[in-house]
């Protein structure tokens, strides 16, 4: 994917003149930099953001460097059904065609969280119940994991987050090894313009909060999929929640396995069982921008 692209590649790929991508940034709806020549340069960001909100397709998405969207291009006899679609990809260990099929969700206006509790979370539930059944299972597992990881990282350079975002600081609790809920939490996040600083699999809770402290972060997220001793992630979690408590930092947690936790309702604690929820959550926080440090 590239970082910037020129009037001429966003025409070219589009299928439109380059005076039109020109006058488009002139009018101020696309926002571009100028060179020290004077020449015009859109970020990939910004291309995706116009393209996304006006529905414009790419004829030539291989011109900015997309051409992960020309190998799904537009799926197959399942197409109707991304889920489907996404699950076969998986299964199949067919990486481009994956990350293409969650880009073009994106571009064509879905939310992260939107596909995160759609397509991915549908075709990887199907991918776990493989591996009971099938000997293959655990491989199909290990490999949809790492193809689906690629997928939301190349999802995350198309989002576009502002310089001085707030940030949020998070990850899954020591013992939990699961890596892709807690980095389509990142990803969710960074999709409504939060920065996030995704820790990953196994963060104690102690190491959290230091992240919080360390980034200044005005939300902390803890996904949690595999509990083995509910007591104990208990006691942490409300460690962690009073640590928070005194910064005022709120912390949301989620998680297929959260409920096990059983924690307590308190002012700066949200349990979401979806990404929907924690979009709805972080649109309704109007979390502030961070000063600009000196
Ligand atoms: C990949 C995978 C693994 C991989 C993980 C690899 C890795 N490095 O990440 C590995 C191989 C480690 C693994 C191991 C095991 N697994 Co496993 N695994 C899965 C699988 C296939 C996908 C999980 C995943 O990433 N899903 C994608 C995410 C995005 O979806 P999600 O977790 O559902 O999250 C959604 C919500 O919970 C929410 N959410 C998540 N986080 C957060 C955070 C916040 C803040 C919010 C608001 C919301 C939120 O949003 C998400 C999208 O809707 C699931 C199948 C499934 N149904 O999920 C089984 C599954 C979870 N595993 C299962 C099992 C049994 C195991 C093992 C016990 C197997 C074994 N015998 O060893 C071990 C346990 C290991 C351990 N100690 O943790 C079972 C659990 C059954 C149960 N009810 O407890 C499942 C359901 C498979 C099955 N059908 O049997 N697993």
Redesign the pocket.
């Known amino acids: 994917m590239r970082s910037v692209v020129t009037p001429r590649q966003l025409a070219e790929a589009i299928g439109v003149s380059e005076s039109s991508v020109k006058r488009w940034v002139d009018h101020g709806d696309i926002e571009a930099a100028r060179t020290a020549g004077g020449h015009r340069r859109i970020s990939i960001q910004e291309a995706g953001r116009y393209l996304r909100e006006r529905s414009i397709p790419l004829v030539r998405p291989d011109v900015l460097g997309l051409a992960d969207l020309a190998a799904y291009g537009g799926g197959d006899s399942e197409a109707d059904d991304p889920a489907a679609c996404f699950f076969d990809y998986l299964r199949r260990g067919a990486e481009p065609e994956a990350r293409g099929l969650i880009l073009s969700q994106y571009l064509e206006g879905r939310s992260v ?1 939107e596909i ?3 397509p ?2 549908a075709a ?6 493989l ?2 059944r099938e000997p293959s299972g ?1 491989f199909w ?2 490999r ?2 790492q193809i ?2 690629q997928a939301l990282a190349r999802l995350r350079l198309l989002l576009k987050v502002p310089a001085d975002a707030p940030v949020a600081v ?1 990850g ?1 609790p020591a ?11 990142g990803a ?1 996040l960074e999709g409504e313009g939060v920065r996030a600083v995704n820790l990953g ?1 196994e963060t104690p809770t102690a190491t959290l909060a230091l992240g919080v402290r360390e980034h200044d972060a005005q939300l902390a ?6 509990v ?1 001793t509910p007591d104990r992630l208990r006691e942490d979690t409300l460690g962690l929640l009073s640590v928070l408590a005194e910064r005022g930092t709120p912390l ?7 409920r096990k936790l059983r924690l307590p309702k308190s002012d700066l604690l ?9 979009e709805a ?1 972080v649109k309704g926080m109007r979390l502030a921008p961070r000063a600009a440090s000196a």
């Open positions: 969280a995160v509790d759609g991915l979370r990887l539930a199907r991918i776990g119940e591996w009971t655990i597992e290990h949809a994991t689906a990881m998070g899954a013992g939990d090894r699961y890596v892709l809920p807690s980095m389509a939490v969710v699999a997220w803890l996904s949690v999929s595999f083995a949301v947690v989620g998680g297929a396995q959260s949200y349990v979401g069982g979806s990404m929907a929820e924690l959550l």
